[in-house]
């Protein structure tokens, strides 16, 4: 369950961050700005840092941490070889 957190939190945060700088970047080249841009650039805001709070406070199993770096020193120890 918690490999669908981290994916969903990192598509969302990624999502958000877009959202908010093409957003904003369309509004470099308008005369006026409305609520609504201001609405969509804070929620995005707020969006990225609930995904990222979420990616922050997932807890990952333990056993899985150790996989990873095991197959990371193996991967290592490997390039160094060639």
Do not use: P
Request: aromatic fraction near 14%.
């Amino acid at each position: 369950m918690s490999k669908f957190i981290i994916m969903v939190a990192s598509m969302g945060m990624i999502g958000f961050l877009f959202l908010g700088l093409t957003w904003g970047e369309g509004l470099l080249h308008q005369e006026w700005i409305s609520r609504f841009d201001y609405l969509i650039i804070l929620f995005s805001g707020f969006g990225t840092a609930m995904c990222l709070s979420v990616l922050m406070f997932v807890e990952v199993e333990e056993s899985r941490l150790r996989e990873i770096e095991r197959d990371f020193e193996n991967y290592i120890d490997k390039e160094e070889l060639s």
